[in-house]
T-cell receptor
Framework: DTGVSQNPRHKITKRGQNVTFRCDPISEHNRLYWYRQTLGQGPEFLTYFQNEAQLEKSRLLSDRFSAERPKGSFSTLEIQRTEQGDSAMYLC??????????????FGPGTRLTVL | AQTVTQSQPEMSVQEAETVTLSCTYDTSESDYYLFWYKQPPSRQMILVIRQEAYKQQNATENRFSVNFQKAAKSFSLKISDSQLGDAAMYFCAYSGGGADGLTFGKGTHLIIQP
């Protein structure tokens, strides 16, 4: 049984560069979420997919951020023209999407981004 | 907008003792879900316990139980017989139902003294 996986686990980049993160959800989970967690804070919701459709985006997700989930499987989160304020842990979570209420979200280990 | 407040940045408890972590939230919804997640150092977040707002009975999971006070918008977590492995950041989270993203508090750092 594999959980949610994220790659890379760590990414160091220079300001102005583009970075892309990948998330592989639990197999057959329909819903996939991205969160950002800065030091000393709880995770903040960024965006959510139901299968391949991106259904909700937080106002935290500026134009430099884009997320995709082709074919409703893995997802990628790209940050263009990175800024030092983008330094954070980026968490992915998935849920089954089969219940009428709120499914439990299962989290991946995260990708820690450091922008120099 | 919903908000979640954890007023205890850090708590310390002796091994085998009981500790209670506080959480309050603000919402205008009547139907929602509350969660406690645990995040050990450098490890991924895992679900500890969840509570549906429409259920009056408090959720329990082995040594973990909650005190859900809907009118007071309070959702505290009690850990009984604390173990060294319980040391972690604990986050309280709210969901308005459906496929909403979770709203998290800032977390409480729990230290277990041997």
């Amino acid at each position: 049984d594999t959980g949610v996986s994220q790659n890379p686990r760590h990414k160091i980049t220079k300001r102005g560069q583009n970075v892309t993160f990948r998330c592989d959800p639990i197999s057959e989970h329909n819903r996939l979420y991205w969160y950002r967690q800065t030091l000393g804070q709880g995770p903040e919701f960024l965006t959510y997919f139901q299968n391949e459709a991106q259904l909700e985006k937080s106002r935290l997700l500026s134009d430099r951020f884009s997320a995709e989930r082709p074919k409703g499987s893995f997802s990628t989160l790209e940050i263009q023209r990175t800024e030092q304020g983008d330094s954070a842990m980026y968490l992915c979570a998935s849920s089954s999407g089969t219940s009428g209420g709120t499914d439990t979200q299962y989290f991946g280990p995260g990708t820690r981004l450091t922008v120099l | 907008a919903q908000t979640v407040t954890q007023s205890q940045p850090e708590m310390s408890v002796q091994e085998a003792e009981t500790v209670t972590l506080s959480c309050t939230y603000d919402t205008s919804e009547s139907d929602y879900y509350l969660f406690w997640y645990k995040q050990p150092p450098s490890r991924q977040m895992i679900l500890v316990i969840r509570q549906e707002a429409y259920k009056q009975q408090n959720a329990t999971e082995n040594r973990f139980s909650v005190n859900f006070q809907k009118a007071a918008k309070s959702f505290s977590l009690k850990i009984s017989d604390s173990q060294l492995g319980d040391a972690a950041m604990y986050f309280c989270a709210y969901s308005g139902g459906g496929a909403d993203g979770l709203t998290f508090g800032k977390g409480t750092h729990l230290i277990i003294q041997p």
